[in-house]
């Protein structure tokens, strides 16, 4: 059964430390991951890789992709309270569907 | 530049009762467009998506439906809700043309079903 793993499934961390967002996936007719950010609301687009090895960058966050292994993973660096959220990651398949993983939940204490 | 609409923006039911969520996309044409639902601290499971006018395809067996009755047009209803409809209901769009599109998604509405 296709599926998309997150770990942790939460964490809690204090301003200014360096975290590791995981996400696994078992899923046929692998298309492409994306990670995205969900505060109250509607998730907001992160990331989305296609290329293994590849690191995609924006300000303080990164993400890379493994599809040997099939894996991702989210680092933030040097967190702020505003990174408290949960970070979903999903991957898209036959170019039409998505699956999408639990989710981790991220504090970040000042 | 797209934008995506979801009303309302919560809605509380009781059980028994019909179920009409709208979504509209705006500033592209021909998209695909889904319909998930967020449990409380759970992740997105899709309930719904169509590539075109009248096309939709369902993911798991419920007590909802869908509909498209125009290109940037969504609708989730029920004729009858039940207690385990209740969550956070998100659409979605992503371009058609090409495989590696990411998806934006709407506000969402609230449901709860008492």
């Known amino acids: 059964e296709d599926k998309v793993v997150q770990s942790p499934l939460s964490l809690v961390v204090h301003e200014g430390d360096t975290v590791t967002l995981n996400c696994s996936y078992e899923?046929?007719?692998?298309?492409?991951l994306l990670w995205y950010k969900q505060e109250k609301k509607a998730p907001t687009f992160l990331f989305m890789l296609t290329s293994s090895g590849i690191e995609k960058k924006s300000g303080r966050l990164s993400s890379i992709l493994d599809k040997k292994e099939l894996f991702s993973i989210l680092n933030i660096t040097a967190t702020q309270t505003g990174d408290s959220a949960v970070y979903l990651c999903?991957?898209?398949?036959?170019?039409?569907?998505?699956?999408f993983g639990t989710g981790t939940s991220l504090t970040v204490i000042p | 530049s797209q934008t995506i609409h979801q009303w309302p923006a919560t809605l509380v039911q009781p059980v028994g009762s019909p179920l009409s969520l709208e979504c509209t996309v705006e500033g592209t044409s021909n998209p695909n467009l889904y319909w998930y639902r967020q449990a409380a601290g759970r992740g997105l499971q899709l309930l719904f998506y169509s590539v075109g006018i009248g096309q939709i395809s369902s993911e798991v067996p419920q007590n909802l439906s869908a509909s498209r009755p125009q290109d940037r047009q969504f609708i989730l209803s029920s004729k009858k809700l039940l207690l385990s409809d209740s969550g956070f209901y998100l659409c979605?769009?992503?371009?058609?043309?090409?495989?590696?599109?990411?998806?934006?998604f709407g506000p969402g509405t609230r449901l709860t079903v008492l």
């Open positions: 899923v046929t007719n692998f298309r492409s």
């Open positions: 999903a991957v898209a398949y036959t170019g039409n569907q998505f699956y």
């Open positions: 979605a769009w992503k371009l058609l043309a090409g495989t590696y599109n990411e998806q934006f």
